[in-house]
């Protein structure tokens, strides 16, 4: 160590806590024994000033705390930054480990106190705690943001975070260059199952599984469609949780289209309060595992505004009435359509020879009736056919 030039000296921090050698699994330098120390009792003989100033960079870079050695580094950061220097940037991280407390042993925990309730924004806190450039995506940052994600899904299990905090996490989760894209790509799994799995176990704050929804959806796309392989890895109860919700907006929507149907068509008004009735009772029983909307022409214009999906979230239908719409469903393996004016109930079962495709972008009238195993017009007590029809098919009771 002592015969390290100056420059060898302040630039050994960014090699200390990186693997050294080419075999997997290799430790870096500050694992090796006794290295740490003799480096650190060299930079301590030496007093010098930018070297100790890179070390506490990297420290907050790289934040090595798996290291056998992470608690002697952390302290003897702590204790020369006491002694005081002349040093700007000594200074300068003086004041930000006090305020931030980035060098307390529960650094990353005070952090995501700060990002979690600040009145700031949570790039300004990080900017505050000279948490800037590489540091804003760094090791600490990283360490702050898992104990975030963790306690924001305590807090939603328990229908106690605020929607500000949910806010600020989901901010932080952006990168800054790129909104669409996300500040730390290794945390995506973490993320949606955090805030999503709080949901397959309890009832949080209805509004914020909307903004949770469409956060994700943004973020990460349509589960269904182009999404998917986004989606890989998800714990299966979280992807469900936002299958769940994206079938209760299709049929939300289908059962709009239904009551602006009725408004000027005296069959479609003669039906849509008993079949939304009817598919309402099983959506809330859960019965009704995808759906997926397919419209016409003129329906496709006018339930722009109305629907709370967006165009991609639908399919395009033709071969009917421009103002006519279809809903696709599965209810175990029988598949369903229904529409919004006077067509018949149709089902399909697994052994069908032809039977439609659930996520297609287009259909035409045939694909949505043809080969169908089952019939049933909306006549007489139709809804008692279709539910023992159901139940014989899925044993799923609604």
């Not at 007489?380 to 899925?394: E, M």
Request: proline share 5%; glycine share 8%.
């Amino acid at each position: 160590m002592e015969e390290l030039s100056s420059a060898d000296l302040r630039k050994a921090p960014w090699v200390l806590f990186q693997p050294f050698g080419d075999q997997p699994g290799a430790a870096p330098l500050a694992a090796r024994r006794g290295f740490l120390a003799s480096y650190l009792t060299e930079l301590q003989s030496r007093g010098q000033a930018s070297a100790l100033a890179t070390l506490i960079y990297c420290f907050v870079l790289f934040y090595p705390h798996a290291l056998a050695g992470f608690n002697q580094l952390r302290e003897f950061i702590v204790s020369h930054l006491k002694l005081g220097a002349t040093s700007l940037r000594i200074q300068r991280w003086q004041v930000c480990g006090d305020k931030c407390g980035l060098f307390a042993a529960d650094a990353p925990l005070r952090l995501a106190g700060q990002l979690a309730y600040s009145d700031q924004s949570p790039e300004a806190v990080l900017d505050d705690c000279c948490l800037r450039g590489l540091l804003a995506t760094g090791g600490l940052v990283l360490a702050a943001y898992r104990e975030l994600v963790v306690a924001v899904r305590q807090q939603l299990g328990q229908n106690s975070v605020p929607s500000a905090t949910v806010e600020r996490l989901l901010s932080l989760s952006r990168a800054n260059d790129d909104p669409q894209s996300l500040r730390f790509k290794t945390e995506r799994v973490a993320l949606i199952d955090g805030l999503l799995l709080p949901f397959a176990e309890g009832q949080p704050n209805p509004a914020l599984a909307e903004r949770i929804k469409d956060s994700l959806l943004d973020l990460f796309g349509d589960p269904r469609l182009t999404g998917r392989q986004r989606w890989n890895g998800v714990d299966p109860r979280a992807r469900q949780v936002m299958l769940g919700w994206l079938v209760t907006e299709t049929l939300e929507d289908f059962f709009r289209l239904l009551e602006y149907a009725a408004q000027s068509d005296p069959i479609a008004r003669r039906h849509w309060q008993a079949r939304k009735i009817f598919w309402t009772r099983h959506l809330n029983a859960g019965a009704i595992a995808d759906a997926w909307v397919a419209l016409g022409p003129l329906a496709r214009f006018e339930a722009r505004g109305m629907l709370a999906g967006s165009d991609a979230s639908y399919a395009t239908l033709s071969g009917v009435q421009n103002n006519h719409s279809a809903i696709i469903m599965r209810i175990g393996e029988l598949l369903i359509t229904e529409w919004s004016h006077s067509g018949s109930f149709r089902a399909w079962t697994p052994n069908a020879k032809k039977s439609p495709k659930l996520y297609k972008a287009d259909y035409s009238r045939p694909e949505l009736v043809d080969g169908a195993e089952y019939v049933i017009e909306h006549r007489g007590n139709w809804q008692a056919r279709v539910k023992h029809l159901i139940y014989d098919q899925t044993g799923i009771s609604a």
